[in-house]
């Protein structure tokens, strides 16, 4: 009798004679996480995201700034001895407690030494989650299409391009050392995981809930207004139609972020609550008179006063509300809990209730970071339910139609039957709909583009740095000292420095408060360091502005003119 042959399906070899197969060794978990990683999209488009994200960074190349982030920056080195009611921390403890800023900025000093590169390397992990934040909380809403649209339209955008005041500056934004884009990117990506744990079961649900209640918990470290989005968790677990036991698992998470800041704080500051009273005091009488109205009205000014691209978020958000009564889809409605949980304080808090004590500038377009994600997802979200259920069925009943006489000349040339007819039509449609879509995106990105291009990075003070290392240059001024406003003198401590820390100029810097109504009597013979203040910022001592006639002599002027170094002999 013959003997009938299996193959097995891998070697081909008969079943009978095939040798047993060695066993083959697990492959350990944390050598496999990588692979399994890079194999999920959402992973290789959030890197995909930052790379562009650090890209446009690069291409602006803001000089560090002034006030806020040098307070931040100036507390990473000092951690843990950070003396409040001290030099240089007498007016501005607020800015120096957030422990979700000043950690990482200790540690890339640690690393990278207490130059430019650290401060640059912070600055650009902040700007990597916000947008990175804002691609994951749209694509888990809407999908990877919406997402990528979204994360672009934000990267290019004025508010995070136009951010250097020494040459057309809108707002403070990438490239900084500031609360805003970090707190809002975290705050993002805890909704993305929420989201991400109402499609999921079991232990998987859990692991992203957890993650949820830590991104949101990290959030308050960076930017503590951002607890008043905490009101708008339970409406998201409602929404999202998960069990309200469920909130435990995001609330544990939270509250163990919370109990580690306030160790922190007692450890370092020694009062567990100083964040939050240098918070709470934070504020006061507004530097010009304003009314209820003017604080009601602080979101849509925050929007278009500060750039007239701003108003594609007040759009958005008109589209989200037609969305939502015209498809009553629960997505639109999640979108806009998350607006109006953090409009409603800022709105009250800017001057509605009184508008003598201001506790926060709501017209300041970077406290609306935290919603501009959930604005593109509705505005987004909308464009996309509104197309699907209104849209593309008139498009079929109306244009297709029209579309088929407009193409009735070349379907005779061509001698096309009925059915090519058809075809030839809705094609005619599609190219003239992603026509209108190229030209839509092209009146957005190139103005953005061109915009990108114009900014001065920080070429004059890169310029100074050499010219301030240069042993010839420096005997042949002889400049030992250099005067220049607080803002001019804290920017130009990095450039006394390469870019690791090493000290290249070993001068003196000594400076005034911009708001003086003149010179010091110390400085009216220079060496003055000048620029011409550009955007919301005002001028230095009334509009000092040297110049040979009134018996000065320029030393030094960058190549863009946005720098430059006058003395009297």
């Not at 081909?12 to 990588?34: F, I, K, M, Q």
């Not at 469920?246 to 009062?271: C, E, Q, R, S, Y």
Request: aromatic letters at 10%.
């Amino acid at each position: 009798m013959t003997q009938s042959t299996l193959r097995t399906p891998d070697t081909g070899r008969n079943a009978a004679t095939a040798a047993p197969e060695a066993p083959r060794r697990p492959v350990p978990p944390w050598r496999s996480l990588p692979v399994r990683l890079l194999r999920r999209g959402a992973v290789w488009k959030s890197l995909l995201v930052a790379a562009a994200s650090l890209l446009v960074q690069w291409m602006i190349m803001p000089p560090p700034l002034y006030a806020d982030p040098f307070y931040v920056f100036t507390a990473g080195k000092l951690w843990p001895h950070i003396p409040l009611g001290q030099e240089p921390f007498l007016d501005v403890p607020h800015q120096i407690t957030r422990m979700g800023l000043v950690l990482p900025t200790m540690v890339a000093e640690r690393l990278l030494g207490d130059g430019q590169a650290a401060y640059n390397a912070v600055a650009a992990l902040g700007g990597c989650m916000f947008f990175v934040g804002a691609f994951l909380a749209v694509r888990s809403l809407f999908g990877d299409t919406a997402g990528l649209v979204a994360a672009l339209v934000l990267v290019v955008h004025p508010f995070f391009i136009l951010v250097n005041p020494y040459g057309s500056e809108v707002t403070w934004a990438t490239g900084a050392i500031l609360p805003d884009m970090p707190g809002a990117g975290l705050f993002a990506m805890g909704v993305a995981a929420l989201v991400s744990a109402s499609r999921r079961t079991g232990r998987r649900q859990t692991q992203f809930l957890v993650l949820a209640g830590l991104c949101f918990g990290c959030a308050f470290l960076a930017r503590e207004f951002l607890a008043f989005l905490y009101l708008a968790i339970p409406v998201f677990v409602v929404l999202l139609r998960l069990p309200l036991r469920k909130v435990t698992f995001i609330a544990a998470p939270m509250l163990g972020v919370l109990a580690a800041n306030l160790i922190h704080n007692a450890l370092v500051f020694g009062d567990p609550l100083t964040e939050l009273r240098s918070a709470a005091g934070h504020g006061g009488m507004p530097a010009e008179p304003i009314t209820r109205l003017d604080s009601l009205s602080s979101f849509p000014r925050a929007m278009y006063e500060w750039d007239p691209l701003g108003t594609i978020f007040i759009v958005a958000l008109a589209l989200n509300l037609v969305g939502l009564l015209a498809t009553r889809d629960r997505r639109l409605a999640f979108t806009l809990v998350w607006f109006a949980a953090l409009w409603m304080p800022l709105t009250l808090m800017s001057g509605t209730v009184d508008p003598t004590d201001i506790s926060l500038r709501a017209w300041l377009v970077r406290y609306w970071f935290a919603v501009l994600p959930a604005l593109a997802a509705g505005g987004l979200g909308s464009l996309i339910l509104l197309t699907r259920q209104f849209a593309l069925p008139a498009a079929r009943r109306f244009v297709v139609p029209l579309a088929g006489r407009a193409c009735t000349p070349l379907a005779d040339r061509l001698g096309l039957p009925e059915q090519g007819r058809r075809v030839l039509a809705r094609r005619a449609g599609a190219v003239a709909a992603g026509a209108l879509a190229v030209a839509v995106a092209a009146a957005y990105l190139v103005p953005a583009g061109l915009q990108i291009a114009e900014q001065p990075r920080d070429r004059a003070w890169n310029e100074l740095r050499v010219w301030l290392a240069d042993a010839e240059s420096r005997e042949k001024s002889q400049v030992e000292t250099i005067w220049a406003d607080e803002r001019l003198g804290q920017t130009l401590t990095f450039y006394t420095q390469d870019v690791w820390g090493e000290q290249v100029w070993d001068g003196e810097i000594r400076t005034f408060r911009q708001i003086d109504g003149e010179l010091p009597v110390a400085a009216v013979n220079g060496p003055l360091l000048y620029t011409e203040w550009k955007g919301q910022e005002p001028p230095s001592s009334n509009g000092v502005r040297p110049s040979t006639a009134s018996g000065w002599e320029l030393e030094w002027r960058s190549s863009d003119d946005v720098l430059e170094l006058w003395d009297r002999r």
